[in-house]
C-alpha cells in the first residue's frame, strides 16, 4: 500500500517517542509514534512478517501514550504499510477521515503535547493570547499581582506558591521587572576567603556566589587558600569604559561621508547633548565607522559606580535627537533616521571589540605560587600545571575561543546573580585571557578580564538580598565599583588555578574531595610483607615463619573491593602469600588489605559524579550515612575479633587482625578459601542446590540468633544500629536515586522504580516500625558474592567473609538480600514464602519461642523495599562502570517479591 500523505507533519526524535497500541486485524501491536500532522500519524512496530498481515484498514482505537480513554484516538484508517528488512519492523501511515477522528486526533495529540494542561483547558473558557489588565498606575498592587496569578492557575491548575514566597516588597521593583509575579531563590555560599591585595582592596574578601553547580564554591576557596599562602593575589584597574554605537542612515555613500566630517567638527556640543542627561556619564571618545549609506557611530563613556548600560542609552539618545535635529536642517547631507543601536557596541554578546577595546571595567590579577604550597594545597606538581595549560591553550585556539581561560565565567555568573549585576551581560563579562608560567621555581598566574560590565549602584543592586551580598564584600554603594572588579578577577583567578590543578592532577572527577586534610605520610606498601613482618604483628602460635612469598591470587573480591582503585600510595585488596615455617609446615594466607570508610564514601561519590546529576552528589555526601559506609575498615576487624564464640564456626578461620591508622592499615589474615565450594558463585547460580540454600538458611538464622535483641551482646566498636531517620531524612535522596536509577535502566527495573518511589511517602511510618521490631547482628552484605561452603564429612558449612556492612537490624535485612539472589525470577511468589518460613523454624529452634508470621511478613516486605531503595539502586549506580552480569536477575527478582507481595495490596 503506497504513502498517501501531503500534509506537514511533525517528527519525534528517537528515545522521545511516545508508544502506541491497537488491534490489526486479530493482532494486538505495540510500537512508537514516529509522528503526525493535522490529519493523520505514523508508527513503527516490530513485526516479523507482514505476508502474515489480514486486517480491516478501519483501526477503532489506537492508544497513545497511555492505555486511557482520553488518550484513544478513534476510526483512524491505514493509509499505507511498509516493511522494513533491515529492522524487522512495520512503518504505518494512519489518516483521520472523519470528523470524530478528527477531533480524537487533535484532543490526544494536544494533550500528550502539553502533558496534562489540554485537559483543564478544555472545561474553562480561557484566552491564551494575552496576559490580564492591570493598571497601568500602579501595577505592583496586590490586586494587579493577584490577578496575574489567578491567570496562571487557570492555565495550568498549579498556583505556584513557591515563586509567591518570598520577602520582595513589590512596590519597590518598578524599573526592575513587569508583569510582576514572585522571585527564584537561587542558593547562595561564601567562596574564599580571597585575598586581594590592590589599589581599592587589601583584605581577606568572602566572596557570595550564587549558583546550582556542585564543587564550585568548594573549588574557589581551595584556590583562594593557596594563593593566600603564597601572599595573596595583587590586583589592578586597568580602565573603565562604557559603550553605545547609534547608526545613522543616508541617502548614499557621499551624505555618509559628509555626516562623517560634521560629526568630527561638531565633537564637543555632541558631547555636551550627550552629558546633559546624567551628571555622572561622561563622554570619553566617539569614533566612527563608514559603511556605504550608513555611518556606524561609537560612544565612548565613564560611567562611575553603576554599570551604565541604561544611563550611557539615555545620554546617548539625546545626542541622537540632538544630531537628528541639526542635520536635518542640512538639505545637502540626505539624512533619513537613526537607530539607537546598531549592533555594534557588543552588548551582551561575546565579540572580539570587547575583547580588545573593553567594555565595562578592565581588571588584571596576578600571584606567584611556591612548588611547595602547589604540592600541599592543590596536589599538583608544577610541570604537571604547566603541561596541562599549554595543552589547554591549543584547545583555545583551535576552537576559535575569544581569549583563554579555564571558568572565568562560573565567579562571573556566580557574583552577578548574587549582587543584583545583569546576568545576561555573563557573556562580554566572562571573556578574559589566563596564563600560567614557571617563574624562580614557582607557579607564575595571571588572569585579565577586559569587559567587567558591573555596577554598585543602580539596577538590581539596591535589592535586599543583592544589597547584603555587596556588603559582604564591602562594594554596596559609590565608590565601589573598582574595588568590586579587583575582587572578582581575583576570585577567577583562584577558581581557574583551583580547576586547573584539578585537570592536571587528575582530580577533576574528585572535585568534592575534602580540602587540606592530613593525609598519612607512611602508606602501607604490599612489598612490606614479609616473613618478618608476619613474626612481628602477625606471629603463628608456636611456630616461626621463615620465608614469605607471593603467589597468582584470583581476587574474587565483593562488590565494594572489586570497584575500589588502588592509591598511589599503599595497596588495597586480597593478596595470597605461601609461608614456610620453622617446623617445615606451609602454610597459605590470604591477606585483606581494607580501604579506610573515607575512600569508600568517596568511591560512592564518584559513581554518584558518573550518573552527571546535578543534585545527586550533593545530596550523597549529606545522606552516605544511609549505605553503612561509616566506620567500615574497623567494623570488619571488630567481628572478627569479637563475635560470639558459638558462630565463629561461619568465618573464615583467621591468623590475625590489624589496625595501624597512622599507616593507613587495616588487615585481616584469613585462610585461603580459593578450595571451598560455590566461592563467587554469584553469576554460577545453577551450581547451587536446595541443600546450599537450606545450609545458608539454618547457620543464617543461628548467627542471627545469637545476638536477637540484645544489643550490649555485640562485639564493642562501630557496628551501628538500624536508624530509621537516616533513611527518613534521606527520603529526597532516595527519591532522585531512584528516579535516576529508573531512567537509566528502564528494562532492568520495570516498574519497581515507579512503586519503590511511591514508598517513599510512607517511609516514615514504616521506617518507625522496623525501628520497634526484633534487631539483630546482620551482616549487611550476605549474598553469594561474599559466602561459601566448607564440606565435612558430607555435610555443608558456611564461611561468611566481608563483614564491613554489619549492622543490628532487622533479621529480614539479610533474608531479602540472600533470597534475592538465590531465587529465580521465574518462580513464583508460593517460593519465596515457603523459604521465609524455613528460616522462621529455624530461627524459632534457636530462639525458643514462636515468631508473629505476618508481622515477620510485614517486616519483610518493609526490608524488601529498603534494601531496593538502598542496596539496589547503588549496585545500579556501579553498575555504569562494573557491569554486574548478577544485576538483572536480582533486580527481576526483587521486584516480583515486592510487587506480588500480598503485603503490598494491604498497604496500599
Request: proline fraction near 4%; charged fraction near 20%.
Amino acid at each position: 500500500m503506497k504513502k498517501s500523505r501531503t500534509e506537514s507533519r511533525l517528527f519525534y526524535h528517537r528515545g522521545r517517542r511516545p508508544r502506541v497500541l491497537f488491534a490489526l486485524g486479530s493482532r494486538i501491536l505495540t510500537g512508537e509514534l514516529a509522528d503526525w500532522s493535522r490529519i493523520g500519524l505514523g508508527v513503527f512496530v516490530p513485526f516479523e512478517d507482514e505476508r502474515s498481515l489480514d486486517y480491516d484498514p478501519i483501526v477503532p482505537k489506537l492508544y497513545v501514550h497511555k492505555t486511557d480513554d482520553d488518550y484513544c484516538i478513534h476510526g483512524l484508517e491505514v493509509v499505507y504499510i511498509e516493511y522494513d528488512n533491515i529492522t524487522s519492523r512495520l512503518r504505518l501511515g494512519f489518516q483521520a477521515k472523519h470528523e470524530e477522528a478528527l477531533k480524537s486526533l487533535h484532543d490526544v495529540m494536544l494533550r500528550i503535547t502539553e502533558q496534562g494542561s489540554a485537559k483543564s483547558q478544555e472545561h474553562k473558557l480561557f484566552q491564551p493570547d494575552r496576559l490580564p489588565s492591570s493598571s497601568r498606575a500602579n501595577p505592583f498592587k496586590q490586586e494587579a499581582i493577584q490577578e496575574r496569578h489567578d491567570w496562571l492557575e487557570e492555565k495550568w491548575n498549579d498556583r505556584f506558591p513557591h515563586l509567591r514566597d518570598n520577602h520582595l516588597n513589590p512596590e519597590d521593583l518598578a524599573g526592575n521587572i513587569e508583569n510582576y509575579i514572585g522571585a527564584v531563590q537561587i542558593p547562595v555560599g561564601i567562596a574564599g576567603p580571597v585575598h586581594v591585595k590592590g589599589l581599592y582592596t587589601h583584605a581577606h574578601i568572602p566572596v557570595p556566589i550564587a549558583t546550582t553547580e556542585g564543587a564550585l564554591v568548594s573549588s574557589i576557596t581551595r584556590g583562594a587558600r593557596a594563593c593566600a599562602l603564597a601572599g595573596g593575589i595583587r590586583t589592578h584597574v586597568i580602565h573603565q569604559t562604557m559603550l553605545r554605537a547609534p547608526s545613522f542612515h543616508f541617502r548614499h555613500m557621499q551624505a555618509s561621508v559628509g555626516f562623517a566630517h560634521w560629526l568630527d567638527g561638531n565633537r564637543e556640543a555632541v558631547i555636551a547633548q550627550a552629558e546633559s542627561v546624567s551628571s555622572v556619564a561622561k563622554v570619553s571618545d566617539i569614533q566612527h565607522f563608514i559603511f556605504g549609506d550608513t555611518v556606524h557611530v561609537k560612544f565612548f563613556y565613564t560611567t562611575g559606580d553603576a554599570a551604565g548600560q541604561n544611563m550611557t542609552t539615555a545620554c546617548t539618545f539625546m545626542a541622537c535627537e540632538w544630531i537628528a535635529q541639526q542635520i536635518s536642517k542640512l538639505s545637502t547631507m540626505g539624512f533619513i533616521k537613526y537607530n539607537i543601536e546598531g549592533n555594534l557596541s557588543g552588548d551582551k554578546k561575546v565579540n572580539h571589540q570587547n575583547f580588545i577595546q573593553g567594555r565595562g571595567i578592565a581588571a588584571v590579577a596576578e600571584c606567584l605560587i611556591p612548588e611547595d604550597i602547589l604540592k600541599k594545597v592543590l596536589k599538583v606538581e608544577l610541570h604537571d600545571m604547566i603541561e596541562g595549560w599549554m595543552a589547554a591553550n591549543v584547545g583555545a585556539r583551535q576552537i576559535g575561543m575569544v581569549g583563554a581561560n579555564i571558568n572565568f565565567a562560573n565567579v562571573v555568573g556566580g557574583i552577578f546573580a548574587a549582587t543584583g549585576q545583569d546576568i545576561a551581560s555573563v557573556h562580554e563579562s566572562s571573556i578574559g585571557i589566563l596564563n600560567m608560567k614557571e617563574k624562580d621555581q614557582a607557579l607564575y598566574i595571571c588572569a585579565y578580564l577586559p569587559s567587567l560590565v558591573i555596577g554598585t549602584v543602580g539596577g538590581g543592586t539596591a535589592l535586599p538580598t543583592q544589597q547584603e551580598c555587596l556588603k559582604m564584600m564591602d562594594c554596596a554603594g559609590t565608590d565601589r565599583a573598582f574595588r568590586m572588579a579587583e575582587i572578582i578577577a581575583a576570585t577567577c583567578l583562584a577558581l581557574d588555578l583551583s580547576t586547573g590543578a584539578a585537570i592536571a592532577a587528575g582530580q577533576f572527577v574528585s572535585a568534592h574531595e575534602k580540602l587540606g586534610r592530613n593525609r598519612p605520610k607512611a602508606y602501607f606498601k604490599l612489598s612490606e610483607v614479609s616473613a618478618e613482618f608476619f613474626n612481628s604483628v602477625l606471629p603463628l602460635p608456636n611456630d616461626v615463619i621463615t620465608h614469605c612469598e607471593q603467589v597468582e591470587f584470583s581476587n574474587n573480591s565483593g562488590a565494594t573491593a572489586s570497584l575500589m582503585s588502588e592509591k598511589r600510595q599503599g595497596s588495597k585488596g586480597l593478596f595470597k602469600f605461601r609461608l614456610n615455617t620453622q617446623s617445615g609446615e606451609e602454610v597459605p594466607v590470604v591477606i585483606k588489605l581494607k580501604s579506610p570508610d573515607n575512600e569508600l564514601v568517596e568511591l560512592g561519590l564518584n559513581l554518584i559524579r558518573l550518573s552527571g546529576e546535578d543534585r545527586l552528589p550533593g545530596l550523597f555526601e549529606l545522606h552516605y550515612r544511609i549505605f553503612g559506609f561509616e566506620h567500615s575498615h574497623l567494623r570488619e576487624i571488630e567481628i572478627f575479633q569479637g563475635l560470639h564464640q558459638d558462630i565463629r564456626q561461619y568465618l573464615p578461620k583467621t591468623l590475625g587482625c590489624i589496625s595501624m591508622p597512622e599507616r593507613e592499615l587495616y588487615a585481616i589474615a584469613m585462610e585461603d578459601m580459593s578450595s571451598f565450594e560455590l566461592l563467587n558463585s554469584v553469576n554460577e547460580m545453577n551450581s547451587w542446590t536446595e541443600d546450599h540454600i537450606q545450609a545458608c538458611l539454618k547457620a543464617m538464622a543461628h548467627i542471627h540468633s545469637k545476638h536477637l535483641n540484645q544489643p550490649d551482646s555485640l562485639p564493642p566498636g562501630h557496628i551501628e544500629h538500624f536508624d530509621a531517620s537516616h533513611i527518613i531524612d534521606g527520603r529526597t535522596f532516595l527519591d532522585e536515586l531512584t528516579r535516576y536509577v529508573g531512567q537509566r535502566y528502564p528494562d532492568i527495573m520495570g516498574d519497581l522504580s515507579q512503586h519503590m518511589r511511591a514508598s517513599l511517602e510512607r517511609i516514615h511510618i514504616f521506617g518507625r516500625i522496623m525501628q520497634s521490631y526484633h534487631q539483630t547482628l546482620t551482616h549487611g552484605d550476605f549474598n553469594p558474592r561474599n559466602l561459601c561452603f566448607r564440606r565435612s564429612e558430607g555435610e555443608l558449612n558456611l564461611c561468611l567473609f566481608d563483614w564491613e556492612l554489619a549492622q543490628f537490624h532487622n533479621p529480614q535485612r539479610d533474608l531479602i538480600e540472600f533470597l534475592g539472589f538465590v531465587i529465580s525470577p521465574d518462580r513464583p511468589i508460593e517460593d519465596w514464602q515457603s523459604y521465609v518460613d524455613d528460616y522462621c523454624r529455624y530461627l524459632e529452634s534457636y530462639i525458643q519461642f514462636d515468631l508473629d508470621r505476618p508481622k515477620f511478613a510485614e517486616l519483610m516486605y518493609y526490608n524488601g523495599l529498603v534494601f531496593a531503595l538502598t542496596r539496589l539502586n547503588l549496585y545500579c549506580l556501579a553498575h555504569n562502570i562494573a557491569r554486574f552480569p548478577f544485576l538483572e536477575r536480582l533486580c527481576q527478582s526483587v521486584s516480583r517479591f515486592i510487587l506480588e507481595n500480598p503485603q503490598r495490596k494491604d498497604w496500599s
